[in-house]
């Protein structure tokens, strides 16, 4: 198993992409603390991993507030003695131009898709440095690196992800941790299912329309951005360190 009693926290456990990221390290043997908001969606998933034989665990709380960021990382300290990996998968997504961009909706973007990630590596770096190394994965986006229409606060978030990312890499590659960033097109999950929902379109019908877009065939399912998460996080990436990779199916993203 590749991650055998790999100590792993994960944050945004109960969404899309990250109940995909919580079965999977669970699944190849590493102690999971996951993270989300509502404890009710962290208790529903735990035991419906449990009942499939998977122990994970969890602490729930708002990434927007520094204590609850650092409390996560001391509990992985607490259960596990240390953390190995972490992921920063957590997001929100504001949605409008500059013009239809209220503060709130700009310091929530920058709140939990940057600062959190910021205060979570600072404080599981220097657990990783005791261990004499770890891995990071973040999640950035093809709209970090190309700016999508209309989300200004969601694609400078996503970017400043991305260069935070090389930041860290280069400053502690030394250390032993490799921090890296995926940074995924359109994923069928809850976050673009509800662009489609609030525009009034039908999510199964957009998702299969916009499938046929994707050189690939279909957009990305849960799992398969995943498995790239799971990739980086492990020794087969012992030489991908600040890199942002582009998980599209081929679909050019701008232009
Ligand atoms: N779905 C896509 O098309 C897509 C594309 C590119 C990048 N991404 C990124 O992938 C990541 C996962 O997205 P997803 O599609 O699974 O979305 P999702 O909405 O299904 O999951 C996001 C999770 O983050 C949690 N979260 C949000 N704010 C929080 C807060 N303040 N405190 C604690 N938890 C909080 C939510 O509760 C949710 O469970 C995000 O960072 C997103 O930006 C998604």
Redo the contacts with the bound molecule.
């Keep these: 198993m590749r991650f055998d009693k790999k100590r792993v926290v994960i944050?945004?456990?109960?969404?899309?992409?990250?109940?995909a990221v919580v079965e999977l390290f669970a699944r190849e043997g590493a102690q999971v603390l996951f993270?989300?908001?509502?404890a009710q969606?962290c208790s529903d998933y735990c035991d419906a991993l449990r009942a499939r034989g998977l122990e994970t665990s969890y602490l729930?709380?708002?990434?927007?507030q520094k204590s609850?960021c650092e409390a996560l990382i001391a509990d992985a300290e607490a259960k596990f003695g240390g953390i190995d990996i972490l992921v920063?998968?957590?997001?929100?997504?504001p949605r409008g131009t500059i013009l239809e961009t209220t503060d709130d909706m700009w310091f929530?973007a920058l709140?939990?898709?940057l600062t959190?990630v910021f205060f979570l590596c600072r404080a599981a770096i220097p657990q990783m440095q005791r261990a004499g190394g770890g891995a990071i994965v973040n999640?950035?986006?093809?709209?970090?690196l190309y700016p999508g229409p209309g989300h200004v606060a969601?694609c400078t978030s996503?970017a400043a992800v991305a260069a935070l990312t090389k930041n860290l890499a280069r400053d502690h590659a030394a250390d032993g941790i490799r921090i890296n960033a995926?940074?995924?097109?359109?994923?069928?999950?809850?976050?673009?299912r509800?662009g489609f929902l609030r525009r009034g379109i039908d999510p199964d019908n957009a998702v299969a329309e916009l499938g046929k877009t994707v050189p690939l065939g279909h957009?990305?399912e849960?799992a398969e951005?995943a498995d790239v998460i799971a990739f980086l996080a492990s020794q087969d990436a012992r030489y991908v360190c600040g890199a942002t990779v582009e998980v599209t199916g081929a679909k050019a993203v701008y232009g």
Excluded: F, H
Excluded at 35 to 38: A, I, V
Excluded at 60 to 64: K, P, S
Excluded at 88 to 93: L, Q, R, S
Excluded at 139 to 144: D, Y
């Design positions: 944050t945004g456990g109960t969404g899309g992409i990250g109940q993270s989300d908001y509502r969606d729930a709380g708002d990434l927007r609850y920063n998968n957590a997001g929100i997504i929530s709140d939990v898709n959190a999640t950035s986006s093809t709209w970090g969601y996503k995926v940074c995924p097109n359109e994923v069928n999950t809850p976050m673009l509800s957009i990305a849960p951005i």
